[in-house]
């Protein structure tokens, strides 16, 4: 885990990293650790952006609070598990106005 921590230190608000950070301890048995992980990236985003980390890592947290089974399965890659996470994601509704600026008819 020294790698991860120290692409963590050299690149704090990359969330992937922060991410397979959480995974990793979570999955060597250090629930805690990781959790204080994602404390230290909560404050990171708050401090340098002022907003709260994205969905892959709030839901990796209330995976990691809830003890989902998934996390610690052999066969799943930390991208895949990411991945899942990621799968909240909301999307834009349809009848949500268009951001074009375009003045052309459509």
Same mark, same amino acid.
């Given at each position: 885990m020294p790698e991860l921590e120290e692409l963590v230190a050299r690149h704090p608000l990359r969330? !992937?990293? +922060? *991410?397979? @950070?959480? @995974? =990793? @301890?979570? +999955? =060597?048995? !250090?629930? *805690?650790d990781a959790l204080a992980a994602y404390r230290r990236a909560h404050d990171a985003f708050l401090d340098a952006l002022g907003l709260q980390p994205g969905v892959v890592l709030r839901e990796l947290e209330r995976a990691i609070l809830v003890q989902d089974r998934s996390l610690t399965d052999a066969t799943q890659s930390v991208g895949s598990t990411l991945e899942r996470a990621a799968a909240f994601v909301p999307r834009t509704p349809a009848s949500a106005p268009s951001l074009s600026t375009s003045t052309a008819p459509r």
């Open positions: 969330e !992937r990293f +922060r *991410a397979q @950070l959480m @995974l =990793a @301890l979570y +999955r =060597a048995g !250090r629930q *805690a």
